[in-house]
T-cell receptor
Framework: NAGVTQTPKFQVLKTGQSMTLQCAQDMNHEYMSWYRQDPGMGLRLIHY???????DQGEVPNGYNVSRSTTEDFPLRLLSAAPSQTSVYFC????????????????FGPGTRLTVL | TQLLEQSPQFLSIQEGENLTVYCNSS?????LQWYRQEPGEGPVLLVT?????EVKKLKRLTFQFGDARKDSSLHITAAQPGDTGLYLC???????????FGAGTTVTVRA
């Protein structure tokens, strides 16, 4: 299993450009999510999906769109990049919401480092 | 959003020393997790705790969940350079899937 893969690893954009960050998992996980990580702020949830065709907003969804057409893929779209979106983006997946009442293990990808000029 | 505060923000110690990292909140969590993240990589789960007062050991790492399920600590005994990394706590309610992360503690163990 490759686990959770993310592409690209690095990206530089100009303000106003759009792009899609790719995320795929081969573990047949039901739940997938996108986080951004900024210095001193930890990981913040952008969007998440509980299954194919179902998505919902997290803590910081503005400026981002997602879709989930298959179980494996969960792309994140930046509509019009802004310098405030400079960050490291992580995709994560988990098999289920909970296992016997506890949070299930989240598996993270290696991240995409995005710079918006 | 449930806030998790981690302390200290940075910790630098000599190999062989012990260290403790704290994770505190004003909210009650039904479940709390600890992750370790190495530079250039995504976080990796170390442990999940559920029951108030629960203590879990993972080799030289000891995790404790507070009795009121509002706080947790991670203690490393005889730290090694391989323990270097960013330690993150995360709490949430399995019913709504949204996980809240602390800002993390950067641990550096010098050889």
């Amino acid at each position: 299993n490759a686990g959770v893969t993310q592409t690209p690893k690095f990206q530089v954009l100009k303000t106003g450009q759009s792009m899609t960050l790719q995320c795929a998992q081969d573990m047949n996980h039901e739940y997938m999510s996108w986080y951004r990580q900024d210095p001193g702020m930890g990981l913040r949830l952008i969007h998440y999906s509980v299954g194919a065709g179902i998505t919902d907003q997290g803590e910081v969804p503005n400026g981002y769109n997602v879709s989930r057409s298959t179980t494996e893929d969960f792309p994140l779209r930046l509509l019009s990049a802004a310098p405030s979106q400079t960050s490291v983006y992580f995709c994560a997946s988990s098999y289920s919401r909970r296992v016997g009442g506890r949070l299930d293990t989240q598996y993270f990808g290696p991240g995409t480092r995005l710079t918006v000029l | 959003t449930q806030l998790l505060e981690q302390s200290p923000q940075f910790l630098s110690i000599q190999e062989g020393e012990n260290l403790t990292v704290y994770c505190n909140s004003s909210s009650v969590f039904s479940s709390l997790q600890w992750y370790r993240q190495e530079p250039g990589e995504g976080p990796v789960l170390l442990v999940t705790v559920v029951t108030g007062g629960e203590v879990k050991k993972l080799k030289r790492l000891t995790f404790q969940f507070g009795d009121a399920r509002k706080d947790s600590s991670l203690h490393i005994t005889a730290a090694q350079p391989g323990d270097t990394g960013l330690y993150l706590c995360a709490g949430g309610d399995p019913n709504d899937y949204k996980l809240s992360f602390g800002a993390g503690t950067t641990v550096t163990v010098r050889a």
